[in-house]
Nanobody, 125 residues
Framework: QVQLVESGGGVAQAGGSLRLSCVAS????????MAWFRQAPGKEREFVAV????????YYLDSVKGRFTISRDNAKNTAYLQMNDLKFEDTAIYYC??????????????????WGQGTQVTVSS
């Protein structure tokens, strides 16, 4: 089992920045892909970003490209999501997810085996 705990959410003004962290515990973390999803009120949970276990590959939702950066520190069992130039539409609960083995569709929720409890991000206009 892998347990994931997110932190770093809060309130930011439009154009501001926040950095989310996701600490993993339990089984080996460094061979898992790590992803961030988000869910706004009344909407489906959507993929935001993913990083492979080698850290050389990462993919993003089109609307966050150039503003968000996903990274990981395997020595600290931690994944990060640096969010810059925040927009009102980024307001959501952000969830960390971990997937074991090969992931064929990184944007699909059912590809991930473990989820955190979520952290609220609110962007004020």
């Amino acid at each position: 089992q892998v347990q994931l705990v997110e932190s770093g959410g809060g309130v930011a003004q439009a154009g501001g920045s926040l950095r989310l962290s996701c600490v993993a515990s339990g089984r080996t973390f460094d061979r898992n892909a790590m992803a961030w999803f988000r869910q706004a009120p009344g909407k489906e949970r959507e993929f935001v970003a993913v990083i492979g276990w080698t850290t050389t590959s990462s993919y993003y939702l089109d609307s966050v490209k150039g503003r968000f950066t996903i990274s990981r520190d395997n020595a600290k069992n931690t994944a990060y999501l640096q969010m810059n130039d925040l927009k009102f539409e980024d307001t959501a609960i952000y969830y960390c997810a971990s997937g074991e083995g090969y992931i064929s569709d990184y944007a699909a929720r059912d590809e991930y085996d473990y989820w955190g409890q979520g952290t609220q991000v609110t962007v004020s206009s």
